[in-house]
């Protein structure tokens, strides 16, 4: 009889997971809308106020922190903050009805407990509401986390916190030095976005101690979104030892920058260089990952045209791939690859 319960308890387990991923799925093509029509948000307003599944919960939510309700729809959310037990709704409560335009300083205690939730993104969420309502306590880590998810809500509370007259630059380079990965990559990304000189300078000093993969792949994306700013210091990173970060983030920044960095990796193919030679070939190589990607056009304005100019290095990384010591040879044929299979 144990064994009949258990199983019969386990598959209710099941049944109602699978039931639950299935109604976040279905609902994922509305919640991720960039626009909704009234119609829509009220849908997305009553799966939020009705779902018991977290993960349903935590998308409805920040769907609607992206697109909030009308101003009408207040006391109801009210009222759900109210009646629901799960913090993690009370919490979105809180931050729903804070990013729809009026400041509740009775939402402080609600927005406080989940400043010190385990859960990053939720507590980072809950820093944009609370910062929005006391802008004098600001918690800049979450905030620069909350730029991953959504970037409205975070500048909007750190241009809060900071006053119309500075920059957030002051900030940004707290959390360059942040040991959390995420957080540093989401510095990376914000700073890729104020188009300034001294951000572009600071996304430089973070390329030359960061090691981790998806930090440097976020310094290299703003590097090549700030080329007018460091396009000479990352071609001179590729005289840098090819075994340092510093070197990689540099190459793959001229990969980013696609067809504007060709002409720049001939010379450094052809010198007397034995780290331009293996940092120019993996810019290359790095290079034709970015032309083949889906996303490309987010890189390069005529990806044909810069496939074609692409192409003219394979000679260059020919004499490489038979001529250098073991290294150049290896960089120089994986580089050879890559291209060719872009044209294929």
């Known amino acids: 009889m144990k064994k009949i319960f258990s199983l019969a308890t386990l598959l209710l387990s099941f049944y109602i997971t699978a039931e639950a991923q299935t109604t976040l799925n279905s609902a994922l093509p509305l919640l991720q809308k960039n626009y909704r029509t009234e119609a829509e ?70 927005l406080e407990q989940a400043l010190s939730s385990q859960d990053p993104v939720l507590r980072a969420y809950a820093a944009a509401a609370y910062t929005i309502i006391h802008p004098q306590d600001t918690y800049v880590a979450d905030l620069v986390r909350l730029y991953i998810f959504d970037r409205p809500l975070a500048s ?23 040991e959390d990965a995420q957080i540093r990559a989401a510095t ?43 396009f000479s210091s990352v071609v001179a990173g590729l005289r840098k030892n090819y075994e340092s970060a510093y070197a990689n983030t540099c190459a793959l920044a001229l990969g980013f920058m696609t067809g504007n960095a060709v002409e720049t990796l001939r010379p450094a193919l052809t010198g007397k260089n034995r780290h331009e030679h293996i940092n120019a070939s993996r810019a290359a190589a790095y290079m034709a990952g970015v032309l083949s990607n889906p ?41 050879l690859t890559q291209i060719e299979k872009l044209m294929e």
């Open 295 to 335: 996303d490309a056009f987010n890189f390069s304005s005529d990806r044909a045209f810069d496939i074609h100019l692409l192409k003219g290095l394979i000679a260059p990384l020919t004499v490489l791939s038979k001529t250098g010591d073991k290294t150049e040879k290896l960089y120089a044929s994986n580089a």
């Open 156 to 178: 909007r509370a750190l241009n809060l916190a900071t006053g119309k007259t500075q920059s957030p630059l002051k900030y940004l380079k707290q959390t360059a030095k942040n």
């Open 41 to 110: 948000t009220q849908q997305v307003l009553r799966l939020f106020r009705s779902a018991s599944d977290p993960e349903l919960i935590f998308a409805a939510g920040a769907s609607l922190v992206k697109i909030p309700p009308t101003k009408a729809q207040e006391p109801a959310l009210f009222n759900t903050l109210l009646r629901a037990q799960d913090p993690l709704k009370q919490t979105f409560c809180a931050v729903i009805i804070t990013t729809m335009g009026t400041v509740h300083e009775e939402l402080t205690p609600v």
């Open 188 to 230: 990376a990304t914000w700073l890729s976005n104020l188009y300034t000189a001294q951000a572009a300078n600071q996304l430089l000093k973070m390329a030359k101690k960061e090691s981790s993969a998806e930090v440097q792949a976020a310094i290299a994306r703003g590097l090549a979104a700030n080329r007018e700013h460091v």
